[in-house]
Nanobody
Framework: QVQVVESGGGLVQAGGSLRLSCAASGSTGSIASMAWYRQAPGKQREMVALITKDYTTTYADSVKGRFTISKDNAKNAANLQMNSLKPEDTAVYYC??????????????WGQGTQVTVSS
Protein backbone atom coordinates (compact mmCIF):
# COMPACT_ATOMS: atom_id res chain seq x y z
CA GLN A 1 0.00 0.00 0.00
CA VAL A 2 0.94 3.63 -0.50
CA GLN A 3 0.33 6.28 2.12
CA VAL A 4 0.26 10.02 1.44
CA VAL A 5 0.31 12.37 4.41
CA GLU A 6 0.05 16.17 4.40
CA SER A 7 1.13 18.51 7.15
CA GLY A 8 1.75 22.18 7.81
CA GLY A 9 -1.75 23.60 7.62
CA GLY A 10 -3.06 26.09 10.12
CA LEU A 11 -4.53 29.50 10.74
CA VAL A 12 -2.77 32.56 9.35
CA GLN A 13 -3.66 36.20 8.75
CA ALA A 14 -4.02 37.59 5.26
CA GLY A 15 -0.63 38.44 3.83
CA GLY A 16 1.07 35.74 5.83
CA SER A 17 2.80 32.55 4.75
CA LEU A 18 2.52 28.82 5.29
CA ARG A 19 4.54 25.87 4.08
CA LEU A 20 2.74 22.60 3.43
CA SER A 21 4.54 19.28 3.24
CA CYS A 22 3.54 16.02 1.60
CA ALA A 23 5.25 12.71 2.26
CA ALA A 24 4.63 9.47 0.40
CA SER A 25 5.56 6.13 1.90
CA GLY A 26 5.10 2.43 1.27
CA SER A 27 5.40 0.88 -2.17
CA THR A 28 6.01 4.20 -3.89
CA GLY A 29 7.95 2.80 -6.84
CA SER A 30 8.48 5.49 -9.45
CA ILE A 31 6.75 8.81 -8.79
CA ALA A 32 5.63 10.43 -12.04
CA SER A 33 4.22 13.60 -10.49
CA MET A 34 3.12 15.24 -7.27
CA ALA A 35 0.48 17.89 -6.99
CA TRP A 36 -1.45 20.00 -4.53
CA TYR A 37 -5.21 20.40 -4.79
CA ARG A 38 -7.60 22.31 -2.60
CA GLN A 39 -11.29 22.20 -1.85
CA ALA A 40 -13.29 24.90 -0.14
CA PRO A 41 -16.75 24.24 1.35
CA GLY A 42 -19.37 23.99 -1.38
CA LYS A 43 -16.79 24.11 -4.16
CA GLN A 44 -15.16 21.58 -6.46
CA ARG A 45 -11.69 20.35 -5.77
CA GLU A 46 -9.20 22.26 -7.90
CA MET A 47 -5.57 21.82 -8.83
CA VAL A 48 -3.29 24.38 -7.23
CA ALA A 49 0.20 23.31 -8.24
CA LEU A 50 1.82 20.38 -10.00
CA ILE A 51 5.39 19.21 -10.36
CA THR A 52 6.47 16.43 -12.69
CA LYS A 53 9.35 14.01 -12.54
CA ASP A 54 11.46 16.34 -14.69
CA TYR A 55 10.65 19.30 -12.37
CA THR A 56 8.24 21.00 -14.74
CA THR A 57 5.73 23.03 -12.71
CA THR A 58 2.18 24.18 -13.32
CA TYR A 59 0.14 26.60 -11.22
CA ALA A 60 -3.43 27.72 -11.07
CA ASP A 61 -3.79 31.32 -12.23
CA SER A 62 -5.16 32.29 -8.83
CA VAL A 63 -1.94 31.34 -7.03
CA LYS A 64 0.73 32.00 -9.63
CA GLY A 65 3.42 34.27 -8.25
CA ARG A 66 2.41 33.53 -4.66
CA PHE A 67 2.78 29.75 -4.32
CA THR A 68 5.81 27.62 -5.13
CA ILE A 69 5.84 23.83 -5.37
CA SER A 70 9.02 21.84 -4.87
CA LYS A 71 10.00 18.23 -4.33
CA ASP A 72 12.67 16.04 -2.84
CA ASN A 73 12.94 12.78 -4.76
CA ALA A 74 15.10 11.10 -2.14
CA LYS A 75 12.48 11.74 0.53
CA ASN A 76 9.42 11.13 -1.70
CA ALA A 77 8.22 14.52 -0.57
CA ALA A 78 6.62 17.62 -2.05
CA ASN A 79 6.26 21.04 -0.49
CA LEU A 80 4.03 23.99 -1.19
CA GLN A 81 5.32 27.37 -0.08
CA MET A 82 2.37 29.74 0.16
CA ASN A 83 3.07 33.46 0.43
CA SER A 84 0.83 36.53 0.41
CA LEU A 85 -2.09 34.41 1.51
CA LYS A 86 -5.62 35.65 0.90
CA PRO A 87 -8.90 34.68 2.59
CA GLU A 88 -9.96 33.01 -0.66
CA ASP A 89 -7.08 30.58 -0.22
CA THR A 90 -8.96 29.04 2.71
CA ALA A 91 -9.56 25.37 1.93
CA VAL A 92 -8.54 21.83 2.71
CA TYR A 93 -5.35 21.16 0.80
CA TYR A 94 -4.71 17.68 -0.56
CA CYS A 95 -1.58 16.08 -1.93
CA UNK A 96 -1.87 13.82 -4.97
CA UNK A 97 0.94 11.43 -5.86
CA UNK A 98 0.90 9.68 -9.22
CA UNK A 99 2.98 6.54 -9.53
CA UNK A 100 4.05 4.75 -12.68
CA UNK A 101 3.21 1.20 -11.74
CA UNK A 102 4.61 -0.39 -14.89
CA UNK A 103 4.84 0.57 -18.53
CA UNK A 104 2.06 3.06 -19.24
CA UNK A 105 0.05 2.26 -16.13
CA UNK A 106 -0.29 5.13 -13.67
CA UNK A 107 -1.94 5.12 -10.27
CA UNK A 108 -3.01 8.17 -8.24
CA UNK A 109 -2.88 8.30 -4.45
CA TRP A 110 -4.41 10.98 -2.27
CA GLY A 111 -3.66 12.22 1.20
CA GLN A 112 -6.37 13.02 3.73
CA GLY A 113 -5.84 16.76 3.55
CA THR A 114 -4.70 19.57 5.79
CA GLN A 115 -6.78 22.62 6.66
CA VAL A 116 -5.57 26.08 5.70
CA THR A 117 -7.53 29.02 7.06
CA VAL A 118 -6.66 32.61 6.14
CA SER A 119 -8.31 35.33 8.18
CA SER A 120 -8.92 38.85 6.91
Amino acid sequence: QVQVVESGGGLVQAGGSLRLSCAASGSTGSIASMAWYRQAPGKQREMVALITKDYTTTYADSVKGRFTISKDNAKNAANLQMNSLKPEDTAVYYCKVVLRTTGTLFSPYWGQGTQVTVSS
